[in-house]
């Protein structure tokens, strides 16, 4: 991974509450009227997987011979922040309008929005089994946390400021925190997801601390707020962290394991120290302590 901060996704430029309509990425190459994927480089599969290397597996990832550089994923079929795309919702319009009843749907996927005229004091609850999107975008508008970890998917953005001061969880196949104003996402943020992808841009943002479980294959943790991430940053996915952290950010130590881990410390950032446990270790800007 490139030093810096990693490229945004375009998570929150639809409508609805700032949440695209599925809540998700959109997969790289989607498919073709031949009846298989499309690779990122054009290739059709013509019915089946491509042959050539391997079976390719989320848009583009080869199985045979082991993932490019360095144990990761290739350009093709990940997202330009480096994790792979998210899939596409599983439920259907009629699933999100059984289940979303603290929410309006777009499509299927659940929409609350939080703002100064209808503030959510008595915190969020995503409703199980859909994709779900919060949008807070009041001062305070989500001041007793947000709850997502039965939802096919999360996206949620703190964009008011001191907006999210309860505590965020989420899980499913991906979920994504956005934390762009000042002083948004002031406790722990935590991600039980499949693929996480949790970003601190905001001045003073996410002072509590940001974790990756086990129960994650990828982690993808942006500090680009001066300052930002104020307390440690822990990752436990099995298959890839990433770590950025701007200068003046990330003065808590930052762990992480897995195969392999990427951690950039721009400027003077990461003063807590870095420690990386995982198969590929890949630190710049600070020192490796646990090497």
Known sequence: MACGSPAENGLFDSASGGASSAGLSSSTGGKVDGGGDQASGGNQANGGNQANGGNQVDGGNQASGGNQANGGDTSA?????????????????????????????????????????????????????????????????????????????????CSGANSCSGNINCGGNSCEVRCTAPGACLSEVRCDADQCDLRCKGAGSCPGKISCSNQSSGCLIECSGQPSCQNSLDSAAMQETHISCADSACPGQISCGGDSCSVSCNGQSCSGGVCCRAGNCMVSGADDKCR
Do not use: F, W, Y
């Open 77 to 157: 079929g990940t997202s330009s922040g480096g994790m792979p795309p998210a899939p596409k919702p599983l439920a259907t319009e009629a699933d999100c309008q059984k289940a979303c009843t603290n929410g309006v749907c777009d499509k299927a996927v659940c929409v609350i929005t939080c703002d100064d005229d209808h503030p959510c004091p008595e915190g969020v609850k995503c409703p199980a089994g859909v994709p779900c999107s919060v949008a807070c975008t009041g001062m305070g508008s989500c001041s007793s946390g947000i709850e997502c970890r039965d939802a096919e998917s999360c996206a949620v953005e």
